[in-house]
T-cell receptor, first 118, second 112 residues
Framework: DTGVSQDPRHKITKRGQNVTFRCDPI?????LYWYRQTLGQGPEFLTY????????KSRLLSDRFSAERPKGSFSTLEIQRTEQGDSAMYLC????????????????FGPGTRLTVT | SQQGEEDPQALSIQEGENATMNCSYK?????LQWYRQNSGRGLVHLIL?????REKHSGRLRVTLDTSKKSSSLLITASRAADTASYFC????????????FGTGTRLTIIP
């Protein structure tokens, strides 16, 4: 399977604990995105990487959140001191870079990590 | 915050009928995309329409875009049970990276 993979698929944690999620994008994609989706809503952008550089972070990403993409391949999203409001589906997506022939590409999403904070 | 709104929020139709869902957005765009999400396959890209296009077809899908009204519609013809899913419109900013702003989604249920 050469799609985007995420691990774990489900995570239940107690409030105050730290959690870390992993995303493996499609190998030839240099762009990687994290989104968060709550029940009944569309995904909301969290952060974006081009290769290993984190180029943009949403205001949704508080100081308790940190994301890395150390070698420009897989990425991790860590949430420290989790709160009940962090309960959501965390989605990772990747895409190809723009070219002169194509100015926009669709994003390929992983299955998501569902976080439940109790 | 999300800047796209979709209408209706939920839609139930009989198998074989056509389903139409609408999306409105608030900013200038250079393309708009539609995605489908169900529990089995996650979020999947369906179709992309550019700002200089007014209509695009892909199989049983027909997308229209009216940039003057900042709206788009997705038509699914001859619906099947497998079309049951949530449908989202999404668009990247005019400049910068291609982070997507998603609509609120339409929950489509096809009744066999």
């Amino acid at each position: 399977d050469t799609g985007v993979s995420q691990d774990p698929r489900h995570k239940i944690t107690k409030r105050g604990q730290n959690v870390t999620f992993r995303c493996d994008p499609i190998s030839e994609h240099n762009r990687l995105y994290w989104y968060r989706q709550t029940l009944g809503q569309g995904p909301e952008f969290l952060t974006y990487f081009q290769n290993e550089a984190q180029l943009e972070k949403s205001r949704l990403l508080s100081d308790r959140f940190s994301a890395e993409r150390p070698k420009g391949s897989f990425s991790t999203l860590e949430i420290q001191r989790t709160e009940q409001g962090d309960s959501a589906m965390y989605l990772c997506a990747s895409s190809s870079p723009r070219t002169l022939q194509r100015d926009s590409y669709e994003q390929y999403f992983g299955p998501g990590t569902r976080l439940t904070v109790t | 915050s999300q800047q796209g709104e979709e209408d209706p929020q939920a839609l139930s139709i009989q198998e074989g009928e056509n389903a139409t869902m609408n999306c409105s957005y608030k900013t200038s765009i250079n393309n708009l995309q539609w995605y489908r999400q169900n529990s089995g396959r996650g979020l999947v890209h369906l179709i992309l329409i550019r700002s200089n296009e007014r209509e695009k077809h892909s199989g049983r899908l027909r997308v229209t875009l009216d940039t003057s009204k900042k709206s788009s519609s997705l038509l699914i013809t001859a619906s099947r049970a497998a079309d049951t899913a949530s449908y989202f419109c999404a668009y990247p900013p005019l400049f910068g990276n291609e982070k997507l702003t998603f609509g609120t989604g339409t929950r489509l249920t096809i009744i066999p």
